[in-house]
């Protein structure tokens, strides 16, 4: 990926990372007893339904998501430039509108698709318009914007681009929280962590956009009219990326679009992903499951939480159907506390803050969040022990710090708790209707856009509560069983007292 200098391009924006996702490692404080949690239907991986702006607004390229005509004009100019014969075809779906569907018996452990890196879309590609590219490849523009720019530009030259025809294929309006207005984020994920994500990702394509606009786009105008290279294009650009774009380990982690292989939908059963095939020499996927004909063949976007998946690709798993489901707890210290600034001092060094999010499932909790809830309730006579704890918060040690604090672990647990339950509180609120809507239009269109993002937030906010319940009832049964182990211990002791007297 290109590097910006000193002298060249500083886009704000910091693309997520991307299929397969390699995730930060967690070890987790396993629950006991854990029930196995349950496993989707592929029929349930992606039960709702996107929302979309209103039909009038958008780009003028592009097609309605659910379009067959323009998948079947793909396939054909994708056979014609050396697609091998497929064992799938584009058809429309229940599961994310349209996909990839056995067309014979698929066994487990087949590899598809075979896409020829000469189809795939990456920052080597060649420009239709070379004056655009040599522009922004001289300003050392990073990959992620560098390919924002380059579909606004093909897209642009419509049918002269080499590319029209998968872009025809491209949904006008991606599934994105890109789409959501400030009211919308503020009104609906007024309970979720996400809610912040999703501020900050529109801030950065935001921010990079005007940085583009700023240092290039004013600069030769001639090339970057803004009636073709806007926000609202770059919305879309940006909305294409973060709902298509893949990691390719075995291309040096390069980047890029892969038409055809981009129409396969998400599911939490499968594990298989997108990668460079060296003896075939294109980009394949190895089936972990069978597969009759008629069925939709799935991949995996990689391990992400349901609020990641509303993030990028404006879908949430229906509840319980999402093994990698995670919530974010923003735990903070205690101002009134005496040693405050000596802990926040401590923090700082090992790269935390004073608040900090740990993500919680509902296979339990991070010993980086028990780490930091050691370091929040220990009192001043510790302090020698803060560094030890703010080391095994931050999960920079390479060897973990042993945490064994007997006498902190209850006030932990209940700090944890205590936390959990007033975000508890959040969701109820929502959920409950204690939450206001925006100001709308009343146009059936924007009111059954409306009734989609309600859905959408509503389904997220149950996945996210439920395994805060989950912890809830966890920390509960814990706290209940050491204090209850306490009580005993008193009764022993007094009866024997009691007795040598």
Known sequence: MATATATTLRPQFRPPSLAPRRLRTYPYLSWVPIRAPVRASAASASASAPAQREATAGVPWGCEIESLESSASLERWLTASGLPEQRLSIQRVDVGERGLVALKNIRKGEKLLFVPPSLV???????????????????????WPLLATYLISEASLDSSSRWSNYIAALPRQPYSLLYWTRAEIDAYLVASPIRERAIQRITDVIGTYNDLRDRIFSKHSDLFPEEVYNLETFRWSFGILFSRLVRLPSMDEKVALVPWADMLNHSPEVETFLDYNKSSQGIVFTTDRSYQPGEQVFISYGKKSSGELLLSYGFVPKEGTNPNDSVELLVSLNKSDKCYEEKVQVLKRNGLKESESFPLRVTGWPVELMAYAFLVVSPPDMSQRFEEMAIAASNKSPSKPGLNYPQL?????????????????????????????????????????TLLLKQLARDLCISERRILYRTQYILRRRLRDMRGGELKALSLFNGLRKLFK
Request: glycine share 8%.
């Open 121 to 143: 879309i990456s920052a080597d590609s060649d420009w239709g318009c070379p004056e655009v590219g040599n522009v922004m490849k001289r300003n050392s523009v990073p990959d």
């Open 409 to 449: 672990e209850e006030q932990a647990l209940q700090f944890i708790l205590d936390c959990c339950e007033s975000n508890i509180a959040k969701y109820t609120k929502f959920l409950e209707g204690g939450s206001g809507s925006p100001q709308l239009s009343t146009s059936s269109k924007q009111a059954n856009r």
